[in-house]
């Protein structure tokens, strides 16, 4: 916990219930190409465009991180790579030490890796968002814990490793950005876990430069103020920075500060909504569990009422001690919008854990559709994603769309299940 800084309004503005691991692949198209040709593993490898004779207009797509160590890097001309690291004669007796491996960019190759990481992705976390072809964030608050999130972070970098052939780099993080700072922070083959109450101290050390948002202009003109870390942002006079730099003065402030209340939304249309809600302790009485249960059935029946969205399926999940999942659901014989309805089932499904020692419990609706033909349209990446802050449910409501897979688990089901994801 950083002391002083701590009590300030912002800094501790994290989410400390929410888990996410962002993972970013490493010199992600060099990777691909050493799949293939495993011999240009451990050399400098450039991957792009223009660097055959008589063709030299092109840029760098990436380089391997032997490449990087001669200057080139990612959106560099390729005139400019070829005079950093000259491009090896591969028919030559003698190879040149420093000379480097050139090849040109196959994008439908790398895509089809990324397809089968993204695989491994979705089955580690119930959402996920897609950020581009090698990166993403993954909501993991249900599938771990704190004290074991270092581990989880190891299982998903080793599977992709292991069945896919290529590294990513994770970070695991209570909020997108600092996920997204601890990712980068050990990379190559970097897995570094910031917990709640770390970030602003996390992020204190590091340039002004890692803060999102932060170019090379903005950049200059906060050194020009004295400002060279994101501590030194975060300890600047905000007014100053807003006479400065306008409204985007305050927002850089603030993600200096590691405040980030951003949910991992999921890429594409939802399938499902869903409104969670953690008791500050266990509960085992079972008409606290219900009175919770109602103010969720209540919001989440809103909100798809609010999205246009008929549901089909309707679920329930309460997590025990110290992070057990378990969910119940019910599917209907057809799709319906009747907020009554949501409420009796969770009501019914909740029932079974009247004499469990319950820490959260959710609601969630999914079979979506949207007979409108309004697809809702969950908060997008750089938008502040819906939530909502139910008093009546006497704690944080989080809202969460989830990923499509599980809804269709319950497709044809009938009566009670049990899923192993909620
Ligand atoms: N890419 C590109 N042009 C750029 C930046 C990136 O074509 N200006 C491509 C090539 C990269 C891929 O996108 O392999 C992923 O981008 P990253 O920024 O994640 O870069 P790398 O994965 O290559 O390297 P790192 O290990 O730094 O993540
Ligand atoms: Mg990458």
């Known amino acids: ?173 209570p909020t997108l950005s600092a996920a997204k700072v601890a990712s980068d922070y050990d990379k190559p083959d970097g897995l570094v876990v910031i917990e709640p109450g770390e970030v602003a101290e996390f992020f204190a050390p590091l340039s002004v430069e890692e803060v999102h948002g932060v170019g090379p202009v903005t950049a200059r003109t906060l050194r020009e103020l004295g400002i060279e870390t994101a501590g030194d942002l975060a300890a600047a006079d905000p007014h100053e920075l807003v006479d400065r730099f306008g409204d985007r003065g305050r927002e850089l402030y603030d993600r200096a500060r590691g405040a980030d209340t951003r949910e991992v939304t999921p890429t594409g249309d939802p399938k499902s909504l869903s409104r969670e809600s953690a008791f500050a302790d266990a509960v085992e009485d079972p008409e606290r569990k219900r009175e919770q249960v109602r103010a969720l059935a ?18 329930v999940k309460a997590v025990t001690p110290p992070y057990d999942v378990n969910t119940r659901e019910r599917s209907l014989p057809g799709p319906i919008d009747d907020a009554d309805l949501v409420e009796e089932i969770a009501l019914e499904l909740i029932a079974e854990f009247d004499d469990d020692r319950v820490r959260k419990v959710g609601v969630r609706v999914s079979n979506l559709s949207f007979p409108a033909g309004e697809q809702a349209r969950l908060g997008g990446w750089d938008q502040e994603t819906e939530r909502d802050d139910s008093e009546a449910a006497g704690g944080q409501v989080e809202s969460s769309a989830d990923d499509p897979d599980r809804s269709a688990l319950a497709d044809d089901r009938s009566g009670q299940s049990s899923l192993t994801d909620f």
């Open 1 to 173: 916990m950083p002391s002083g800084d701590a009590t300030l309004p912002g800094v501790d503005d994290e989410r400390p219930d929410q888990i996410v691991l962002h993972v970013d692949m490493d010199c992600f198209y060099a990777a691909c190409e050493r799949l293939r040709e495993p011999q240009l593993r451990g050399e400098p490898l450039v991957v792009g465009m223009g660097y055959e004779p008589g063709d030299d207009i092109g840029a760098v797509a990436t380089a391997s991180y032997e490449a990087r160590e001669y200057g080139v890097e990612s959106a560099m001309a390729i005139s400019e790579a070829l005079d950093r690291l000259p491009r090896l004669d591969e028919d030559a007796a003698d190879p040149d030490e420093s000379a480097g491996y050139y090849r040109p960019v196959d994008l439908d190759f790398y895509q089809s890796v990324a397809a089968e990481v993204k695989a491994i992705l979705h089955d580690c976390a119930d959402t996920v968002r897609e950020v581009s072809i090698d990166e993403a964030y993954l909501d993991v608050t249900d599938r771990t814990a704190w004290e074991v999130a270092e581990g989880f972070g190891r299982h998903v970098k080793n599977r992709i490793e292991r069945e896919v052939g290529v590294v990513a780099s994770v970070g695991v993080a």
């Open 298 to 315: 209540e919001a989440v029946a809103t909100r798809a009422q609010s999205k246009g969205a008929l549901y089909r399926t309707i679920g």
